[in-house]
């Protein structure tokens, strides 16, 4: 079992930048991946970004790229999300999920059922 626990969402203004952190604990292997998802109200959930444990290797939505950046602290378990030039469209509930084994590289796992455990999410909104 992989507990995951968010924090650091909030309300900032578009432009603005807001860091969003998750800890992982429990049964986190070195061989796995971790993912940032977003859902927006009456939309699916959608990948953000990836980024694998061991070597670090990421992956971005098209939507973010260049504006987000995931990286890792392997000393603490925790991956983190650095978002720039925020949009009110980044408006969503923020996830970030865990992989158990991840080979591909970079790891593009974009679906949901590719992730074994969830946090509960933290909100983000972005006011124009």
């Known amino acids: 079992q992989v507990q995951l626990v968010e924090s650091g969402g909030g309300l900032v203004q578009a432009g603005d930048s807001l860091r969003l952190s998750c800890a992982a604990s429990g049964r986190v292997l070195s061989s796995g991946a971790m993912g940032w998802f977003r859902q927006a109200p009456g939309k699916e959930r959608e990948i953000v970004a990836a980024?694998?444990?061991?070597?670090?290797?990421?992956y971005y939505a098209d939507s973010v790229r260049g504006r987000f950046t995931i990286y890792r602290d392997n000393t603490k378990n925790t991956v983190y999300l650095q978002m720039n030039s925020l949009k009110p469209e980044d408006t969503a509930v923020y996830y970030c999920?865990?992989?158990?084994?991840?080979?591909?590289?970079?790891?593009?796992?974009?679906?949901?059922?590719?992730?074994?455990?969830w946090g509960q999410g933290t909100q983000v909104t972005v006011s124009s």
């Open positions: 999920a865990s992989r158990t084994y991840a080979s591909r590289v970079p790891p593009v796992y974009r679906l949901e059922y590719e992730y074994d455990y």
């Open positions: 980024i694998k444990w061991t070597g670090g290797s990421t």
